[in-house]
């Protein structure tokens, strides 16, 4: 078993002194080796706890690069950091916290060609993805391969978090057999979050892969942890195993993630064969200052529409669209606008569906009107 040097004794003293934890806990912790997908609002509290606590091998997944909106929750990084890429960031400031760990960087996005060489020689998968298709990327993976995967997402003031671990208890599809429409859920862009309350739960990530490493306490298999921010409420839901479960269940076997894989790769460009007309913002400037007649129709939250809107747009919530249909010229030109994109395809998809023709997509919404033609703009 791994010893532990003087400094670390000095370093884990805290924990050393605990019966559930000791000497021979933290062996295993500096024995441990964890990947933490994501280093962004969840990825962030957790990489800081697993790196405190001394766990020996800590993997990053992470492809993104630092933006100022991103500060108000990712508390790894900070001011002077703005544009950098985040895994340089997050492994310099790891390092920096406990220089007796390896930090190793992996700096890719996840997919089904990538992941098992990725996580193949973790014990633990942690995931602070904040995307479905990834988390069901994760899932299928660690059902695979049999490693368990501490999952946890958030959204505005609330967060759920769980165990998933095939080998003793359900995956995240014997709950959820298949994520959710892409127009059901909104993501924190869309719909916000507090910033503490991804640091809730990806403190508590860090806590549940500490006690899977240790063999400590009761992890959370096979339990569904509810946080709600407003109230400061925590609820617990059981989760059983689905037999039928059509990643983990009796009928599916190790093999059958190729075909996980490919489902994965179908539906992450399933709207590929859907492509919404798009514009430019330059061209959108150049058609408005002629004598172009197309109408701007914005269809985020009011919220958002209050920080930064194009002079001229008409705001007309995603939500109420199609309740509202009636409001709108069938025979008109409209330019479909949002924060960056997402939710003026969904909107055009509605309102072709509703017999609209005229449409166009304005190419990264608000963010990048106010980036090219309006700096003015306040970028949120």
């Not at 605990?18 to 962004?40: D, N, S, T």
């Not at 709950?175 to 507090?194: A, I, K, N, T, W």
């Not at 400590?216 to 096979?222: A, N, T, V």
């Not at 701007?296 to 995603?318: F, M, N, T």
């Amino acid at each position: 078993m791994t010893e532990l040097g003087k400094s670390e004794t000095l370093r884990y003293s805290r924990h050393l002194v605990m019966p559930e934890i000791g000497i021979e806990g933290q062996r295993r912790l500096k024995a441990g080796r964890v990947l933490c997908v994501g280093a962004g609002g969840l990825g962030s509290p957790t990489a800081l706890y697993l790196a405190a606590a001394g766990v020996g091998q800590l993997g990053l997944v992470e492809f993104d690069t630092l933006d100022l909106s991103n500060l108000q929750r990712q508390i790894l990084y900070r001011n002077e950091d703005v544009g950098r890429a985040k895994l340089d960031v997050a492994v310099e400031q790891l390092s920096r916290l406990n220089p007796e760990i390896e930090v190793r960087p992996h700096p890719l996005r996840l997919d089904a060609g990538n992941i098992l060489e990725v996580i193949r020689d973790y014990d633990v998968i942690v995931d602070g993805s904040d995307n479905f298709a990834t988390r069901y990327l994760v899932n299928d993976a660690c059902v695979h391969t049999g490693k368990p995967n501490v999952h946890a997402s958030v959204l505005r003031f609330e967060g759920q978090l769980s165990v998933f671990d095939a080998t003793r208890g359900p995956c995240l599809r014997c709950l959820f057999p298949e994520p959710p429409p892409p127009d059901r859920v909104p993501s924190c862009s869309e719909g916000g979050v507090l910033g503490a309350v991804p640091g809730v739960l990806g403190s508590l990530q860090a806590l549940e892969a500490i006690k899977l490493i240790v063999g400590s306490g009761e992890p959370l298999i096979g339990r569904l942890l509810l946080f709600e921010g407003l109230g400061g409420s925590f609820r617990e839901l059981r989760i059983e195993r689905d037999p039928d479960c059509p990643c983990c269940g009796r009928s599916t076997g190790a093999g059958d993630y190729e075909v996980f894989a490919a489902t994965w790769a179908a539906g992450n460009g399933a709207e590929a064969a859907d492509e919404v007309e798009r514009i430019a913002p330059e061209q959108l400037e150049q058609q408005l200052s002629g004598a172009a007649s197309m109408q701007l129709l914005d269809v985020r939250q009011p919220e958002e529409y209050a920080i930064a809107h194009i002079p001229g747009s008409r705001l007309l919530p995603l939500g109420e669209l199609e309740l509202r249909l009636e409001e709108l010229d069938r025979d008109a030109e409209y330019v479909v606008i949002c924060h960056r994109g997402g939710r003026s395809e969904r909107a055009c998809r509605q309102l072709r569906a509703a017999g609209f023709r005229r449409l166009l997509l304005l190419e990264g919404g608000v963010d990048a009107w106010a980036a090219v033609i309006d700096t003015d703009l306040p970028r949120y």
